[in-house]
């Protein structure tokens, strides 16, 4: 089994007396050192915005996994969902807060395929060529969720509809778009903007722009 999911399997059942509510946020203190508050949810993406049919859309989980799985729209929709409120740092300096996401928490994937003891990181693919990476530590905390809804709605293409990854603790590079295939993995490689000098990092406390 492996331990840092089965810390945060812990965690989350600790919390399950109050329901699915997660930790109160403080109410200042919440722009990183560099950032300044925006209220327009700017759009950042590679110069592609795939279109992917729901009917045509697949999510592809693997790696070091005892369960891979290929999910179909449907079987997305039916694993544990939540909705979660949290804020969104860009590392071109700008930070929107409050951003309400519904979604399934990155820990219910991970339920479903159970890394195995040598998963220790994750590699993220998108539909447009986009991948980026982190700890599998990051991507279990529990605020980190595969979207697929937005302040309510559905998440429109231009945010990585059907559904992206959010890891708000981090610069949000880190959350693919559009994702496509997740791998967990017994070492780190490095994304897309990773490999092209941006922090492996990528905390916006620490002001992990650039490596
Ligand atoms: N697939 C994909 N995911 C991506 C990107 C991208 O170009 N392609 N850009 C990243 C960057 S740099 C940021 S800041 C956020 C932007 O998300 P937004 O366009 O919804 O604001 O998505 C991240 N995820
Ligand atoms: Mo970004």
Not at 17 to 25: D, E, F, P, S, T
Not at 111 to 133: C, E, I, Q
Not at 143 to 169: C, F, M, Y
Request: aromatic share 12%; hydrophobic share 40%.
């Amino acid at each position: 089994m492996n331990q840092a999911f089965i810390a945060a399997k812990e965690r989350w059942a600790a919390r399950k007396g109050g329901g699915l509510r997660l930790a109160a946020r403080p109410a200042t203190d919440r722009i990183p050192p560099g950032q300044r508050e925006v209220h327009n949810f700017p759009i950042l993406d590679l110069g592609v915005k795939p279109v992917i049919p729901l009917d045509q859309w697949e999510l592809k989980i693997g790696g070091q996994v005892e369960n891979p799985v290929q999910l179909k729209w449907s079987d997305f929709l039916a694993l544990p969902q939540v909705r979660d409120t949290s804020d969104f740092h860009c590392v071109t300096t700008w930070s929107q807060l409050d951003m309400v996401w519904d979604g399934v928490p990155f820990l219910a994937l991970a339920d479903l395929v159970k890394p195995t003891a040598r998963a220790s990181h994750v590699f993220f693919k998108s539909y447009d060529g986009y991948s980026t990476n982190n700890p599998l530590e990051v991507c279990l905390d529990d605020d980190v969720l595969i979207a697929h809804s937005w302040n309510q709605q559905p998440l429109p293409t231009e945010h990585g509809g059907p559904a992206r990854v959010i890891v708000p603790k981090r610069y949000a590079w880190k959350g693919a778009k559009w994702v496509r295939e997740i791998t967990f993995m017994d070492r780190d490689i490095l994304g897309f903007w990773e490999l092209r000098g941006y922090s492996n990092s990528a905390n916006p406390w620490k002001e992990d722009r650039f490596s």
